[in-house]
């Protein structure tokens, strides 16, 4: 086997592993993404700060986990299951958005001040995205289904 097949099968192997796991035990599952979620996430901010820019370590293995989890879940056809998928219900129909849309600029209403520099800054809006969504597939998404399955 050459350098390159290998290389050409790790997806495949990666998502072989993570959906025997997701098949045998889907708690077991959850927990074991909130572990790694947590340590690696806790580990890149501490290797961050060592270097002394806030999130350059941590984002590229936020980036990783999430590109690995939205591929699993759409490969093994999870999209729905987990709410990646366009709402069934027009925007129109759906009031609650109108909140969400004030929430989203309450940390504008007095004022904004650059405390980082403009490359942490960026790092740091990004981290938070993929923490946002990492949280609620593992929290929401895996965490809860499996206990309310249980």
Known sequence: MTASSRTKNNPRRVNGILKKLYQKNQLVFALAWIIAYVFLASTGDNISADLGIDKIVTLPILIAMSVILYLFVRKNSLTEKYGLCR??????????????????TANLWYGTAMNMSPLETVLYVL????????????????????????
């Open 127 to 150: 981290s938070m995205f993929c923490v946002g969504f990492l949280e609620e597939l593992i929290f929401r998404g895996f965490l809860f289904r499996a206990m309310a399955k249980d």
């Open 87 to 104: 709402p069934k219900l027009p925007a129109a129909k759906m009031l609650y958005y109108i909140p969400l849309l004030i929430l989203l």
